[in-house]
């Protein structure tokens, strides 16, 4: 009996680990883009989770355009729609604050513009946050879906062990899969993922052959507000939120991130994964209090071990 | 203390004491307790950025996590209070060996780290700490009131009182940054953080002065949040351990301006008057705006003032002349290192069989070749022959997958880079590594420092470095503005400086006009004549069958011939390497 308990709740638990993993990579895809092609810390990122999780409940509640779809397929069409709201709203931060700071503007000058950056992040962070308290007010939402509620069943592992599949968070997680491996194509096989690569490596020589650099880090900049967008919809439909809830997310993003290794849009994906898996399945042995402190054991650990990340190579020349 | 400290230190003294004594005057008529609070957050806010700046600013290590040192100082005082009833006089004190502690034990692992690692790394710490602190129930602890005898505990009903405590903490914090800058210290911190690599091979051990840079930060932080904790008399983990408390050193500081002993001090000055006075202002009418307007100030001010407000006001206001060159001394006496004399018959450098792949491909394969004393060896071949590789084997910025190499008559592979600098090794780069910021006497400066000479000496030795390649005219010029000659000349003056009995020279000629060239093969032909043994990489053929007494060829990290110049080029296979197949057919058709 005990022991069925026991599986029961372990295949409960990987299964919850697997599912928001995939969701926490997707959201992570979106940091390590800008982290990986631009090399800019953005302390803003959770914020713009939070932005793509309001304009889903915007898009697809009360009289939202998407109202009409209902509340089955609704949030999830919200969700990706975020990402080309919060797409735009990203290439104007950029156009207007970021490209001040950084990209070919601050290469080669001392600390290339890492200061400056942070500053201006860190900037931005604060006012969506307060701005976030003003419009959207401090109680908290979520975008309802009757499937939040439901879940598929799955028995026959051991005795009477079943599994629980919150319907939500599996369409949310296919989603993000989704969302995730047509990025990653785009990226490898298109000449603007060729660009955006060419703008990482070496924004110098990239512009030499004749890449409009500036442009295609405003690209990366939006693609990854809208990718972190796309992943802060599908958490909304399964998840309570509000405008701080930012602070939460931007910590799991860049264990996330480094764990995959900086620079690696694959890798991204992987550590978020990591990171979701290694939170939920904590909650077998830890205290919920200490489910978050087991991410940063986890994710110092690994660093330790693996400077470069998982998935990340380094290198440098002398 | 470095060059010119002197001066530097009255001035900022003189400063300094005007500042204390201003502020203490404003705050002996500000009455109201919200205002007085204000007046007492800012100087600890000050300390905490001065803190970070230690670090961050002048050692170029990002932290994003400097709570936990400010949690850990502000957590030791009100346990020490609560627990032992231990007063806080001796509780800050008693942070800061737990700030100092913590700080070694966070340095260790986390040291391993370069770049935007370390940087997020760091933030891991404090959040980890928080959630620790959260579980074991010390969610809010207040400090306990001592009705009978409050001073003796830090309390005062008298709030001015207060400021009095804060900005006597914010005075001991700047001076320490001010000995720090104007020490050893702080130009080996400022040097790694322009280029960690060139300071190692100039003979700084990097991770120790990061190591020192964070015990010292770690230390004040803590004071910082020990004094903070007995202001607020109640702490929460959040309030000390949170983000929002790692992101206020790094914001006052970049906002004052990094690397400054002022920068903390005016952003604190500026910041946290007008994010409380928002809060108070605006908080109540429309909650958020306060943020909002707080984020809009940072980033005008940043865009304005991408250096902090400090750097750019000095730029725009007070720049001031270039100080005078240094009165041209008689040649002050250089202290000269001394070496053990190798007899004639055994080569200075003795390399044997030294290999070193990447992956599948042999950079490096089997090289053998000695250096003898007062010898030029020019070691030519190819792109990709595997010369820099050679080179960064030699000095340790690489290691070797086999083979030995011998100064004379010491091992030297298997050491770190600073440790071969000191063995007597000067390196310069292909591509030169400068501390752009620094005045050039400075940037040679390092390379005495690294092989622990005393300040005077190393002061000395660096002129006379400066001296032998000719540039002691531009000592004060800051090397961003030199010319590319005039910066491989500087690199070779900081090899000099240290007074090495051999120089590794990377492509010293590359990039230079044909009469700049002639320029730098004649200081190096005068060093010859001084009894420097040199070995150098050369493309420039002519340049180097004036200059080398003896060449290596290298082809596909293997040598391919040694011997004198004549001998060398006529070699067919040098010249199959070096020309093609094609060439040599065409010459003897």
Redesign the interface.
């Known amino acids: 009996m005990d022991l069925e308990v026991l599986i029961e709740n372990t295949l409960n638990v990987l299964a919850a680990g697997v599912t928001i993993g995939c969701i926490y990579g997707l959201m992570c895809i979106g940091l390590g883009l800008i ?1 990986g092609i631009m ?1 800019i ?1 953005n302390f803003a990122q959770g914020e713009l989770l939070m932005l793509g999780m309001y304009a889903s409940l915007y898009l697809v509640t009360g009289g939202g355009v998407l109202a009409f779809l209902g509340p089955y397929v609704g949030p999830f069409v919200g969700a990706l729609c975020a990402g080309p709201i919060v797409f735009a709203g990203g290439a104007l931060l950029h156009k207007f ?1 970021i490209a ?2 950084s990209g070919l503007r601050t290469a080669g000058s ?2 290339d ?4 950056q ?3 992040t ?6 969506l ?6 419009v959207f007010g ?1 109680s908290p939402q979520t975008v309802r879906t009757p499937l939040a509620s439901r879940a598929f069943e799955l028995t026959g592992f051991y005795g009477d062990a079943t599994v629980f599949l919150n319907k939500a968070r599996l369409i949310a997680c296919t989603v993000a899969i989704i969302t995730a491996i047509t990025l990653y194509l785009v990226l490898e096989y298109t000449r603007l993922g060729k660009a955006l690569r060419a703008a990482a490596d070496n924004p110098t020589a990239a512009t030499y052959m004749g890449i409009d650099v500036d442009r295609a880090y405003r690209i990366a900049f939006a693609l990854g507000c809208g990718i972190t967008a796309v992943a802060g919809g599908l958490m909304a439909t399964y998840l309570s939120f509000g ?1 701080f809830i930012g ?1 939460d997310y931007v ?1 799991i993003m ?2 996330g991130v ?1 764990l995959g290794g ?1 620079g690696s849009i694959l890798g991204a994906f992987w550590g978020g994964l990591t990171v979701g898996f290694v939170q939920q399945c904590s909650a077998l042995v830890l ?1 919920p ?2 489910q ?2 087991a991410i ?2 986890v ?2 650990l690994i ?2 071990l693996r ?1 470069q ?1 998982l998935f990340g190579r380094s290198a ?1 020349r ?1 | 203390m470095r060059q010119g400290a002197t001066a530097r230190l009255r001035r900022d003294g003189i400063a300094l004491a005007v500042v204390t004594v201003a502020y203490l005057a404003i705050s002996t008529f500000v009455t109201n307790s919200y205002y007085q609070l204000i007046l007492t957050l800012v100087p600890i806010w000050a300390v905490f950025g001065v803190s970070w700046n230690i670090l961050s600013g002048y050692g ?1 290590q ?1 932290s994003f996590g400097h709570a936990s040192f400010f949690g850990i100082g502000a957590y030791t005082v009100t346990l020490a209070l609560v627990y032992w009833n231990l007063t806080p006089w001796l509780g800050i004190p008693l942070g800061m060996v737990a700030g100092a502690v913590a700080a070694v034990i966070i340095g260790t ?2 040291f ?3 770049g ?2 370390f ?3 760091m ?3 404090p ?2 700490i928080l ?2 602190l ?2 074991f129930g010390f969610q809010e602890l207040s400090l306990p009131m001592h009705r009978e005898n409050p001073a003796a505990f830090l309390e005062f009903t008298d709030t001015r009182l207060y400021t009095v405590v804060a900005i006597g903490l914010l005075a001991a914090g700047v001076l320490a940054c001010m000995l720090v800058e104007n020490s050893r210290f702080g130009l080996a911190l400022l040097a790694i ?2 280029n960690e ?1 060139a300071a190692e091979a100039a003979g700084i051990n990097a991770r120790q002065w990061k190591m020192r840079a964070l015990t010292a930060s770690g230390t004040i932080a803590a004071a910082a949040g020990g004094l903070y904790a007995c202001v607020l008399l109640v702490v929460t983990p959040d309030s000390v351990f949170g ?1 929002l408390v790692s ?1 206020q050193p ?2 006052v500081t ?2 004052g301006g ?1 690397a400054s002993i002022w920068g903390p001090v005016i952003g604190a000055a500026v910041l946290v008057p007008l994010a409380e006075s928002l809060n108070a202002q605006l908080g109540s009418i ?7 307007v ?6 005008v001010i ?2 304005a003032a ?3 407000l400090f750097w750019t006001i000095r730029d725009r206001w007070f720049r001031r002349a270039l100080p005078p060159p240094p009165p041209a001394l008689p040649a002050a006496p250089a202290p000269s290192r001394t070496y053990v004399t190798v007899s004639a018959s055994v080569p200075l450098l003795q390399v044997t069989d030294l290999s070193r792949s990447f992956g599948g491909l042999r950079a490096v394969s089997r090289v053998s070749f000695t250096v003898a004393q007062g010898e030029i060896l020019g070691i030519i071949g190819p792109n990709g022959a595997g010369k ?1 590789t050679l080179f ?1 084997v030699l000095n340790g ?2 290691s070797p997958d086999e083979g030995s190499a011998m100064l004379a008559g010491q091992p030297m592979l298997g050491r770190k880079v600073y440790q071969v600098c000191r063995m007597g090794v000067g390196r310069t ?2 591509v030169v590594r400068s501390f ?2 620094l005045p050039l006497l400075d940037n040679v400066v390092v390379g005495a420092y690294g092989v622990g000479l005393p300040d005077r000496d190393a002061v000395a030795a660096a002129e006379q470095a400066l001296r032998r390649v000719g540039l002691l005219q531009l000592a004060t010029r800051q090397a961003g503005q030199l010319t590319n000659k005039q910066l491989r000349l500087m690199e070779l003056a900081r090899a000099l400086a240290g007074q090495p009995r051999l120089l590794l020279l990377d492509e010293t000629l590359a990039g230079l006009g044909r009469d700049e060239c002639e320029d730098v093969l004649d200081v190096l032909g005068k060093l010859r004549d001084e009894g420097m043994t040199i070995a150098i990489i050369e493309h420039t053929m002519h340049a180097m069958m004036r200059l080398a007494d003896r060449f290596v060829v290298l082809d596909h990290g293997a040598v391919l011939a040694t011997g004198l110049p004549r001998d060398v080029v006529e070699d067919r296979a040098v010249i199959e390497a070096y020309l093609g197949k094609k060439f040599l057919a065409r010459q003897n058709a």
């Not at chain 1, 513009?113 to 400056?116: D, L, P, Q, R, T």
């Not at chain 1, 946050?129 to 003003?134: D, Y």
């Not at chain 2, 429309?286 to 909002?292: E, S």
Request: hydrophobic fraction near 50%; proline fraction near 7%.
């Open positions: 982290f090399r810390v604050l001040r700071v001392i600390d513009g890492h200061f400056g942070l500053l201006v860190l900037g931005i962070s604060l006012i946050q307060n701005g976030g308290l003003i401090s405008p602070l910590i860049y264990s480094v900086m205290p209090q200490l978050n402190a940063f054991v994710f110092l660093v330790m400077p990340g440098e002398a | 170029g990002l692992p986390t391993r780290l370069r935007h690692y940087a997020l790394s933030l891991a710490y959040l980890a959630y620790f959260q579980y953080r322009q690599l983000l992101a790094v914001v970049l906002f990094v429309l909650p958020g705006i306060q943020g909002v707080y984020g809009g100030a940072i980033i940043i865009l991408p250096d902090g820099t960064n910025v690489l780069f292909q752009p910021r």
